[in-house]
């Protein structure tokens, strides 16, 4: 949100410098060198800045995914772009809906501004929309009073500070519609039961026993969407993961 903040501070510096220039070329300010070396870098990057402005606005924009909450889907180190169209279009840093093209589906992979502290960014995966209700038990979901399948696939290893192994079991959760892999580590867990309000939605990691998601923190309003995660565009440490689609 602070990078966003700046983005649009300085193309709208840029653009009225540019605008100035353009309308008062034969003014006496414009003879005066150092506003005329403003206005020359201003033309030059105005419109770079304008182009990353509206894109990284209101059609995609990237992310670093900067822990394991979603393993095995997305792992610390996968860089992801975000569809801005998906949920509509927004104004910049106030977030506010100008234009309603979309809403979350179940299965969803989605970006938002963390509910407690809307300055940081979370991606978690979509459970619940509103009206559904949610139950975590003995590390099964019921969505709607209705049990989510999960098959059981293998053991799933990662490391925690490059020298502490992991294991987990991974399963495949079928939700009918879509279906998706999970971790399950064996730790107790709490029981947990929600009704999601209107315009809310519940949010979940795939790492379920790693995440703080909707469980802990509560549900995720409308006003704080950003948008749908589709693909993973690069990875310094496991380069096999670029160009993976985001289910």
């Known amino acids: ?67 394991g909450s979603m393993m095995p889907t997305l792992i610390a180190g996968d860089f992801i772009a975000v569809n801005k169209f998906s949920y509509g279009l927004r104004l910049p840093v106030f977030n506010k809906l100008i234009f309603e093209t979309g809403s979350p589906r179940r299965g969803d992979v989605f970006v938002f501004h963390y509910p407690k502290d809307p300055s940081i960014d979370y991606i978690k995966r979509v459970i619940g929309l509103p009206k559904d209700k949610i139950r975590y038990e003995n590390k099964k979901l019921f969505v709607n009073d209705v049990e989510v399948s999960q098959t ?71 006003e704080l969407l950003v948008g749908k995660a589709f693909v993973i565009w690069l990875n310094f440490s496991a380069p096999n993961r670029i160009g993976n689609w985001i289910n």
């Open 1 to 67: 949100m602070i990078f966003a903040l700046i983005l649009m501070i300085s193309t709208l510096l840029t653009g009225l410098i540019y605008l100035f220039d353009f309308f008062f070329k034969s003014s006496n300010i414009n003879n005066n060198k150092i506003f005329s070396k403003i206005v020359k870098v201003a033309k030059e990057f105005f419109p770079i800045l304008l182009l990353v402005f509206v894109i990284r606005t209101f059609i995609v924009e990237p992310f670093k995914i900067p822990s």
């Open 152 to 222: 059981y696939t293998n053991i799933y290893k990662y490391s925690i500070k490059q020298d502490l192994e992991v294991s987990a079991k991974e399963f495949l959760e079928d939700h009918g519609d879509y279906s998706h892999s999970i971790l399950i580590h064996d730790i107790p867990s709490e029981s947990v039961e929600f009704v999601v309000p209107d315009g809310h939605y519940f949010a979940m990691g795939d790492n379920r026993d790693n995440s703080s998601d909707s469980r802990v923190w509560g549900f995720v309003p409308d």
